[in-house]
């Protein structure tokens, strides 16, 4: 059966399905021993549901990481090119540089001609940086969850972070890794 290989196959499901059969055992509280012949029964067939419970997630697991294998080819070549900007590889085109909100819909032309000239003006004002400088690190600090996590003195080293990419593993090694 697929599933029994995917679980002894990965270590960390293996150990997870470990941790949760010993969750249900608990410490020995002589709870499960005290109880009668028949209870003892249904408590391991409880164990046993478990276990299949397990091995149904591991197999979802497993389907949910060809999934993410599948669109990490699709969006590949948009993180491609993300990171040729950040990096001033490539200089995008006046199209794409166009990011249209919902209030701009509002504003008249007259007004977008005024604050486009102002913006050219001032562009012009100011040395041409590569790329966006401090892409990585000013991301870090405005997502929540990893806001928290960065130290003052990681500040200098992420500034100068120029990537970050997932790897997706081929079927039967570890899931997933993260490299700059």
């Given at each position: 059966?697929?599933?029994?290989?995917?679980?002894?196959?990965n270590?960390?499901?293996?150990?997870?399905?470990?941790?949760?059969?010993?969750?249900?055992?608990?410490?020995?509280?002589?709870?499960?021993?005290?109880?009668?012949?028949?209870?003892?029964?249904?408590?391991?067939?409880?164990?046993?549901?478990?276990?299949?419970?397990?091995?149904?997630?591991?197999?979802?697991?497993?389907?949910?990481?060809?999934?993410?294998?599948?669109?990490?080819?699709?969006?590949?070549?948009?993180?491609?090119?993300?990171?040729?900007?950040?990096?001033?590889?490539?200089?995008?085109t006046?199209?794409?540089?166009?990011?249209?909100?919902?209030?701009?819909?509002?504003?008249?032309?007259?007004?977008?001609e005024?604050?486009?000239?102002?913006?050219?003006?001032?562009d012009?004002?100011?040395?041409d940086p590569?790329?966006?400088?401090?892409?990585?690190?000013?991301?870090?600090?405005?997502?929540?969850?990893?806001?928290?996590?960065?130290?003052?003195?990681?500040?200098?080293?992420?500034?100068?972070?120029?990537?970050?990419?997932?790897?997706?593993?081929?079927?039967?090694?570890?899931?997933?890794?993260?490299y700059?």
């Amino acid at each position: 059966d697929r599933g029994y290989e995917f679980v002894d196959k990965n270590p960390q499901i293996l150990a997870a399905l470990q941790e949760r059969l010993d969750g249900l055992v608990g410490t020995p509280t002589g709870y499960i021993e005290s109880l009668p012949k028949v209870v003892k029964r249904r408590v391991n067939a409880l164990k046993n549901l478990q276990v299949k419970c397990a091995q149904i997630e591991a197999k979802f697991y497993e389907e949910v990481h060809e999934l993410e294998r599948k669109y990490a080819t699709l969006y590949q070549p948009l993180f491609d090119k993300r990171s040729e900007i950040i990096n001033a590889v490539y200089e995008p085109t006046e199209e794409e540089c166009e990011w249209k909100t919902d209030t701009e819909e509002e504003i008249s032309e007259e007004m977008k001609e005024k604050a486009k000239l102002e913006e050219e003006k001032k562009d012009q004002e100011k040395d041409d940086p590569k790329g966006i400088p401090e892409f990585w690190l000013t991301v870090f600090k405005n997502v929540d969850l990893l806001s928290d996590m960065i130290q003052e003195h990681d500040e200098p080293i992420l500034k100068h972070l120029k990537d970050i990419k997932v790897k997706f593993s081929e079927a039967g090694e570890p899931m997933v890794s993260l490299y700059c």
